[in-house]
């Protein structure tokens, strides 16, 4: 079975419906914490094996991941002083059921000289735990989520105004639903090679780019404006209702950008599945599309 761990949450979410375009529905394996939610509800009244499994209670992670011959683990959404423990009892678990290839979704640049918080304390350890699992595995690198970009394009539109924590170096980023594609077609395959994979757009944009693409889409002119890396974590709680807890950490990856960290583009999305990820002017033409 093809396991997919955090199943309520929007990666995952893409992920599964691509698995479902795939494969059988009962040779998927759906793991979350609410299994009573409508979308575990409606994944099983598809035919997905939907589990109980809390990271943060390791002892449902055994039976909830027995079974399982590929897993994808989806990093969770936590303070970045308890991702690496959640992330680490995953493993064991995935080790202990007897998996044949793990998946695990990291980000952009990890290293241990990496800027962001999140990078440091939870996706490079995190990765080195899995090259010394023994397991095969597939390490997924990702790039700056598109969706940042229009985490609040009503405001955006209507000042003119695109703030954020850009810097004038470029930075690359890719549509959450290209990675759902790209997790899945791994996860449905049956390579047990070890791989690191960078995905990312096939360019590199900055900020002045990104709104000149904005204006281009939506027909409306909207300027760059730089936010201090320092008050982006203030922006994100203020303007998107992210946990103070959480923005907070963002600093880094904020400092990241403006450092040129995430100039890097990939073509590994391509070789994986076969075709180009969105460009920025095609995944904003979905968004635009989206609202109508």
């Not at 204006?215 to 008050?231: L, M, N, Q, T």
Request: glycine share 8%; aromatic share 6%.
């Amino acid at each position: 079975m093809l396991l997919v761990s955090g199943g309520n949450g929007n990666l995952a979410r893409s992920v599964i419906a691509n698995l479902l375009r795939m494969t059988d529905p009962g040779n998927i394996l759906v793991t979350t914490r609410d299994p009573q939610s409508d979308n575990a509800r409606q994944l099983a009244a598809q035919g997905v094996t939907v589990r109980h499994a809390d990271f943060d209670a390791p002892e449902t992670l055994g039976p909830a991941f027995a079974g399982a011959t590929r897993a994808l683990l989806i990093s969770t959404y936590a303070d970045n002083s308890e991702r690496l423990r959640q992330n680490l009892a995953g493993l064991e678990a995935v080790k202990a059921a007897g998996v044949e290839h793990v998946l695990y979704t990291s980000f952009l640049g990890a290293g241990p000289d990496a800027l962001p918080e999140h990078t440091q304390l939870v996706h490079w350890p995190t990765e080195q735990a899995i090259v010394a699992s023994g397991l095969s595995y597939t390490i997924l690198r990702h790039a700056l989520y598109a969706e940042i970009i229009v985490g609040d394009l009503d405001e955006t539109l209507a000042t003119g105004v695109l703030a954020r924590s850009l810097g004038e170096k470029p930075c690359t980023y890719i549509a959450r639903d290209d990675l759902g594609l790209s997790a899945a077609t791994v996860l449905a395959g049956s390579g047990r090679e070890n791989r690191v994979l960078n995905e990312t757009m096939e360019r590199s944009y900055t900020g002045d780019e990104v709104a000149e693409a904005l204006s281009r889409c939506f027909g409306k002119p909207v300027r760059y404006e730089r936010i201090a890396a320092e008050d982006w974590p203030a922006y994100m709680t203020e303007k998107w209702g992210m946990p103070p807890s959480l923005s907070a950490s963002t600093v880094g990856t904020m400092r990241a950008i403006e450092a040129g960290e995430f100039d890097l583009v990939s073509d590994d999305y391509r070789k994986v599945t076969g075709r180009s990820p969105l460009s920025l002017d095609e995944f904003l033409e979905g968004v635009k599309a989206a609202r109508g």
